[in-house]
């Protein structure tokens, strides 16, 4: 029967069509236009940030916050829930080989990307393709996909991944080093235009970004999962501390990020908002700069150094009770972190001995970079901390701060500047595994690395040589033990994730990361 129905949405069928076509076409629409129903009956969102992204490409992250972006916008084939539990994403399965050489992964029918083309074994294989490229120049390349030999691609739901050697944490570090982009759609705009256009799969899709202003993106209502409660969603750049808590006081601002401690406890009674706290792998210690210092290369130096800080009057003062402690330069949870180590300990008397021994000049001070606020909370404070207690024994300093830009590209630079001696740092791990933090922050050679030890490195690459999850998890140890002794940093403290929020807010941030993750945002009206 031939039909030439025009249907209440307005879409025309043309003569010919079968009834069958035409029902269909009609059920298409009426599909989409409750989509832009719902999207537009929903609240929008608007939250404050302290500092804005680098890299809107995922393959070409710069650092931990970029991960504000890619971990609304994009996904892995596997993912971490509100607990940090790793569960599935684009993947519906994964199962690994005896040997632990070979993952067979099904891909989640429903995924899609954000232009509506369905996530296949075709996009996987050119996400790795390209996060290995050398013209990408992916920083986290060695982390994950550099390990991969080839995948193969028997059918469009269905990827066997081949690894070059074990890697026991090879899913769980596919959830943040290894994001999923379109294959057509990326190769037919190119790299520039898709670090400007980017599209990905997760629960947000990108809109605009404005560069130290605010990025744009919206609920993307065809997701697999994690749909958001929120039509759009607006993160903007609020360098000033007072400024951001002022915005959510103002209802200018639904969620507030990166709210320093002294300002969390003084509004945590406000009547207009709750201050949430959030465990996180946000370690805060001062690198060492041990390859470039001669005398920073002596490991009683740094030791000293350690030894000089009265590092608990210090976090109480900067960090009130918002973090925990730590001796080994990682968090408790981190594959490893449960080490058994020897305190430095704070001995001004005997780190001024030490250092007069190694022939340390006290005449000559040690130049010492910061992070300007916005990024981490109290780093101003925190730099201002440690110099005082180092000039308590003699060792004085020259202070220089850098906004989060600068101290990004100086901090992950392939050659470190050697006339920096001590440089703040805020080292974030995107999940349990330590196998990438070690990489790059004490491995030679490594993205963030001030540090180089032959020993240390044979170590670190043998973590990865294990299928069992226990022996990782011992070798992990060891190498913290070694670390710790060879005290490449002046460790400090974790902080936790501090969020101000309107009342009208119902959220749980997703434990153990110091980014906001916004799927499961619900907003009430007030």
């Not at 809107?56 to 890619?70: A, E, I, R, T, W």
């Not at 993947?91 to 990307?113: H, I, M, N, Q």
């Not at 350690?306 to 009057?313: E, G, L, S, V």
């Not at 780093?379 to 850098?402: D, H, M, W």
Request: aromatic fraction near 10%; glycine fraction near 6%.
């Amino acid at each position: 029967m031939r039909v030439a129905t025009l249907l209440r949405s307005g879409v025309i069928v043309p003569h010919g069509s079968t009834r069958r076509a035409a029902l269909a076409l009609a059920a298409c629409v009426v599909a989409a236009g409750a989509a832009r129903a719902s999207a537009q009956s929903k609240p929008p969102l608007v939250v404050a940030v302290g500092a804005d992204t680098v890299a809107l490409d995922p393959h070409k992250v710069s650092g931990g916050n970029d991960y504000l972006f890619f971990a609304n916008v994009f996904e892995g084939l596997y993912a971490h829930d509100e607990e940090g539990n790793l569960v599935p994403a684009l993947a519906e399965s994964a199962k690994a080989s005896a040997d632990g050489l070979t993952y067979d992964v099904a891909l989640r029918p429903t995924a899609k990307f954000h232009d509506g083309s369905p996530v296949t074994s075709e996009d996987v294989r050119y996400s790795w393709q390209r996060a290995i490229s050398p013209q990408i120049r992916n920083p986290r390349a060695s982390i994950l996909v550099a390990n991969i030999a080839e995948i193969e691609t028997p059918d469009p739901r269905h990827v066997r991944i081949k690894l070059k050697k074990r890697d026991a944490a090879f899913l769980e570090n596919s959830a943040e080093f290894w994001y999923i982009v379109p294959k057509k759609y990326t190769e037919s705009v190119g790299a520039e235009a898709f670090a400007k256009k980017p599209i990905g799969t997760g629960p947000f899709q990108f809109v605009e970004h404005r560069t130290k202003e605010f990025i744009k993106l919206r609920g993307f209502e065809q997701h697999w999962g994690r749909v958001p409660k929120v039509s759009d969603l607006t993160i903007k750049i609020v360098p000033d501390d007072q400024t951001r808590i002022a915005q959510v006081q103002t209802g200018e601002a639904d969620i507030v990020a990166n709210v320093p401690p002294f300002l969390a406890a003084r509004f945590e009674k406000m009547p207009k908002l709750t201050i949430i706290r959030a465990p996180s792998y946000q370690n805060i210690f001062i690198t060492l700069h041990a390859t470039a210092n001669p005398i920073l290369a002596k490991k009683e130096v740094r030791r000293a150094l350690n030894m000089a800080i009265d590092k608990d009057a210090l976090m109480q003062t900067a960090m009130l009770r918002y973090g925990s402690r730590q001796e080994a330069p990682c968090t408790i949870g981190i594959t490893g972190c449960d080490a058994k180590v020897a305190p430095y300990g704070f001995d001004p008397k005997k780190a001024r001995e030490m250092l007069q021994k190694a022939g340390f000049d006290f005449n000559k001070p040690l130049k010492f970079v910061g992070l300007a606020p916005g990024r981490t909370p109290q780093s101003k404070e925190i730099v201002e901390g440690v110099a005082y207690f180092l000039k308590q024994i003699g060792v004085n300093s020259e202070i220089s701060t850098l906004e989060y830009g600068a101290w990004l590209a100086m901090y992950g630079a392939k050659e470190k500047d050697k006339s920096v001696d001590l440089f703040f740092t805020t080292f974030t791990d995107y999940n349990s595994d330590s196998f990438a933090r070690l990489t790059r922050s004490v491995g030679t050679g490594g993205v963030f690395s001030w540090f180089s030890n032959p020993t240390l490195d044979a170590m670190i690459s043998n973590m990865n040589d294990t299928s069992s999850a226990d022996d990782r998890a011992a070798t992990a140890r060891k190498v913290f033990q070694a670390v710790h002794e060879e005290a490449p940093f002046i460790t400090l403290w974790s902080a936790d994730s501090l969020y101000a929020v309107s009342k009208n807010i119902r959220w749980k941030p997703t434990r153990a990361v110091s980014w906001p993750v916004l799927w499961n945002v619900e907003k009430n009206a007030k």
